[in-house]
C-alpha cells in the first residue's frame, strides 16, 4: 500500500508542472527554486510547530522541515514578515468590486445582466471619485483611475469613465497579473489540502469531459465565464453587503476572517489525432 506522505509528494509534484513551466519560461532555475524552497518549508514548519503549540526552535524547525539546521539558523535572521500591508492593486480591486456590486453603479434596466454603468470622473455620487472614496481616502481618485487605465480596465472618455471588465482582471501589468496567480491558486490549493487533511469542508468541485473537439471546448469556455459572471454577481453583492454591515457594526477584532470565491476553466489537446485501441 502506498504510504500518504508518498502519496501527497506525487500528488504535489504533479500540481506544481505547470508552476515549474513557467518559472522556466522566466528564467528560474532548479537551483534557485530550491533555495527559494527552503524558506517556504522554514515558514510552513514555524506554523505547524505555532498551531500545535510546540517550542519554535531551530531544532525542531529543522526536524519537522528536513532544512539544515544551519539553513535554518540563517535564513530565520533574514526573514521578514510576512504580512506586509496590502498593495495599490488590492485596493483597485475594491473599487472594481464596489462598482459591480453597488446598485447606485449598475445599470438596473437589464433584468437579467446588471452591467456596470458609465460614469463621471468627478461630482456627486455616482462618480468615479465618490466611488474611489466609498472604498478609502487615503488615496487621490486619480491615482487609481491611471492606474486601471495602465491595466487596460477602464476608459476614460471626455470625463466619463467606463469599466472594460467584469472583475479585477488586469491584461496589462505584469506584477499585477502575477499578484493574482498568487492570490487566487493559493486560496485554491489551500481549500483543497484542507478537505484532505479533513480539517475543512470548502467548496472545491469541478466538472471534467474529454474526447470532445475543439469546438465544443470554446463552447464550453463561453458558458463558464457567462456562468462565472452570474456567480460573480451573486456573490460579489451579498460580500459587499456583509463587508459593510461588519464594518459599521463589527469590532475591528472581531472583523479577522477572509473569504474568496472563484472559478476556472482549462482544456487542452491531449491527443495529436485519432488514436484507435490495440
Partial sequence: MTSRSTLVLNSTLHLLRPAVRLMLRHGVTYTAFSQALKRVFLQAAKEELQAKAMPQTDSAISVLSGVHRRDVRNLTRLATPDDTPESFAGLASQVVARW????AYLDTTLDADLAPRTIARSGDAPSFDALVHAVSR???????????LRLGLVEDVDGQVTLLTQGFVPKRGFAEMAEQ???????HLGAACQNLDSSGEFLEQAVFVDEITAESALHLHKASAQAWKVAFQSVMRQAQKRFDADAKSAPPEARTHRARMGMYYFSTQEKTGHETPD
Fill in 138 to 148: 487615503d488615496v487621490r481618485p486619480r491615482a487609481v483611475l491611471d492606474d486601471l
Fill in 181 to 187: 496567480l498568487q492570490n487566487n491558486v493559493q486560496d
Fill in 100 to 103: 459591480l456590486s453597488d446598485d
